[in-house]
């Protein structure tokens, strides 16, 4: 759950970005090492983490998953809380695969704690990765075959 509701913020977020485009724009050519985290920050004051998390609290989610999808992208913060680095590791590896539609931002990286916590070596995860795309590839083929 906390996989499929943790980016559900930048929903809500969109048209505040869209109305904003050129700031965000004029943002991203500035500082070309940030990420839209930190633009919806440094711009709006908060980010689509924090709006999902609360959207997530209103809904009566658990608050292990609230707290997980706040966290998501600074899962250090949050001590050994598992479910906050398995889906910040998730996330940035959808980020790295080219499936989470920033492209012309810069990538994020995997927190060191977050690896020592969940005991995933790099290669590991590319592994997992490199399976996930084969996996969508063939869904994809199935999904369009004439």
Known sequence: ???????????ILDPYIRERKVLFDRYMETYPQKCVRD?????????????????????????PIAFAIRNHHQPGTTGDH????????ADVLVSRAGLAGSAGYAPPEIHDNSQSVLS??????????EKTLQYLDGLSDRLFAA
């Open 82 to 89: 598992q479910l906050a680095h398995i889906v910040h590791q």
């Open 120 to 129: 995933l070596h790099p290669d590991i995860l590319q592994q997992i990765l």
């Open 1 to 11: 759950m906390a996989g499929l509701l943790h980016d559900v913020g930048k929903i």
């Open 39 to 63: 633009a919806e920050r440094d711009i709006l004051g908060f980010d689509h983490a924090m709006i999902a998390a609360v959207l997530c609290e209103n809904w009566d989610i658990p608050r």
